[in-house]
């Protein structure tokens, strides 16, 4: 089949592509910058398009031949996110109903409609489903709660709290009932839809084998890990006060956590078995052994997508810029001599962050990381999806890869809280292949005033970070040349 996937870049569609890729469909994505799914290990197997579901002029051309569609798109943040959702699905279902599209396959959210804790997000989920229905095709829309595997959302807020606090002060929402599922179950319903006509126009409830609470979550993740750790019960503790507890101790920052939170005050669990009669091959997965599964893929750095690909866990979905000298962008530009090939430079500069660091003044940078948690921005605690390979589109401390060549050069968005735009760029080339030219700039793009107080007050501090990381980039590119690490 011809087949169209919205949310490539985040955590589902991320790893339902490749399945898809795998199982013989002609894939197509849909994306607002396809040149951050460039590094993926299907992209040069899919076919990338260029569309905003807010946008209906762009939505025709992608979908035009296309025998199914799947929406995996939705919004977790901003005043009018409910709105946003709608509206993108309204766009989408009517473009798929012109484009003679036979089915659409939507992921949202688990929860009785007719509850009155039922949270604004997962409210917006289901009122996604709804449109689609009134605008387009026949709909298959799945609903899930929690999704336990490595880089999702939810796993990563069980991980950092657990990992992190010996004891958790914890709110009510800890005993609430709640329905996990394993990744791999959910992208296997995913799949099996297209194969299964009577799914078409059927929400189909998914869940893992067990029924559990956040409480009993927590608990499983320490036992699998060998921790000890004990949950204090508190009576009030309103979700905007928990989404702030979550950001000062996971990579989750306020905006994603308060949404994520206040849906854990209803009750998610499957009450209609429609998918055991539909998907009988499909055995979901106990909690216990999706956690397994799930650690052992974080224990090798297998991630193949993770929350932070998404650019809702940014400071704001800024579009790629071109970089030039134009009046008003101030550069600081440091220039290298390396005796090491290229790919050794490039080795060293695309390993900075994470657990590596930044090789030098690594303490700075987590105080500047703690600094920006603390006026609500997303802080270090992102870290890297992978040790040593980035690609377009991920999230490097508080960085977006704007742009990756392989043994040339590797671009850093800012998504940290600053008065302007921020990059950091780092170049390499090589003329005889034995020694390289590394040029590391730094582009910061002033607001106002307050953007130059800003850049001049902190430029002699700036002067000796990048002067020595510069420094200390080329040292390990001739380490690694040496063949060391």
């Known amino acids: 089949m011809h087949i169209l996937v919205t949310g490539a870049t985040g955590y589902v569609g991320g790893q339902l592509v490749p399945r898809l890729v795998g199982a013989g469909h002609r894939v197509r994505v849909l994306a607002r910058d396809p040149e951050r799914l460039s590094g993926r290990s299907w992209a040069d197997r899919v076919e990338a398009v260029r569309g905003d579901v807010l946008d209906p002029a762009t939505l025709p051309q992608a979908l035009t031949g296309v025998d199914a569609a799947y929406y995996l798109v939705h919004s977790m943040a901003g005043s009018s996110f409910e709105e ?3 509206v993108a699905a309204g766009n989408f279902g009517a473009a798929a109903k012109a484009a003679g599209v036979s089915r659409v396959i939507y992921l949202g959210g688990l929860g009785d409609d007719s509850d009155a804790r039922l949270s604004r997000h997962l409210a917006s989920r289901q009122s996604t489903g709804q449109r689609l229905r009134e605008a387009g095709p026949p709909v298959t829309e799945f609903r899930a709660a929690v999704i336990v595997g490595a880089g999702s959302l939810s796993f990563e807020l069980v991980r950092y709290l657990t990992e992190r606090l010996p004891v958790m002060i914890c709110p009510r929402w800890v005993v609430t009932r709640i329905q996990p599922i394993a990744i791999e179950d959910v992208i296997e319903y995913l799949a099996r839809a297209l194969d299964v006509p009577a799914s078409a126009d059927r929400i ?24 000890r750790r004990r949950l204090v019960s508190v009576p009030v503790l309103t979700p905007r006060l928990s989404s702030y507890w979550v950001h000062g101790v996971t990579p989750i920052p306020a905006q994603i956590a308060r949404p994520l939170i206040e849906g854990l005050g209803a009750e998610v669990i499957v009450r209609d078995e429609l998918a055991r009669r539909l998907f009988p091959d499909v055995q979901p997965l106990p909690y216990a052994e999706a956690l397994r599964k799930a650690l052992a893929n974080v224990d090798r750095g297998e991630l193949q997508s993770t929350w932070s690909d998404a650019l809702a866990s940014s400071a704001g979905d800024v579009p790629p810029v071109q970089l030039t000298t134009q009046e008003g962008m101030i550069l600081e530009r440091r220039q290298l001599e390396v005796p090491a ?20 003044g690594t303490w700075l940078w987590w105080l500047r990381g703690l600094l920006d948690r603390a006026v609500g921005g997303v802080g270090l605690r992102r ?14 401390d508080f960085w977006r890869v704007e742009e990756v060549r392989p043994d040339a050069l590797l671009r850093l ?73």
Do not use: N
Not at 213 to 224: F, H
Not at 341 to 356: C, E, I, K, M, N
């Open 204 to 227: 189909v409830e998914i869940g893992g084998a067990d029924v559990l609470t956040y409480r009993d979550m927590i608990l499983g993740y320490a036992r699998a890990r060998g921790l």
């Open 413 to 485: 968005r800012a998504e940290m809280r600053v008065p302007g735009r921020a990059w950091l760029e780092f170049r390499v080339s090589s003329a005889d292949g034995t020694r390289s030219t590394l040029v590391q700039t730094a582009y910061f793009a002033p607001r106002g005033l307050a953007g130059h107080v800003y850049w001049y007050l902190l430029y002699p501090i700036h002067a000796v970070i990048f002067s020595r990381l510069a420094s200390r980039v080329a040292d390990r590119a001739r380490s690694i040349a040496a063949g060391e690490r």
């Open 383 to 396: 870290g890297r999806r992978d040790p040593d390979a980035l690609r377009v589109g991920d999230a490097l």
């Open 341 to 360: 090939p290229a790919a050794a430079v490039f080795r060293s500069f695309t390993g900075l962050g994470g657990r590596r660091g930044w090789l030098y």
């Open 84 to 86: 946003r959702d709608v």
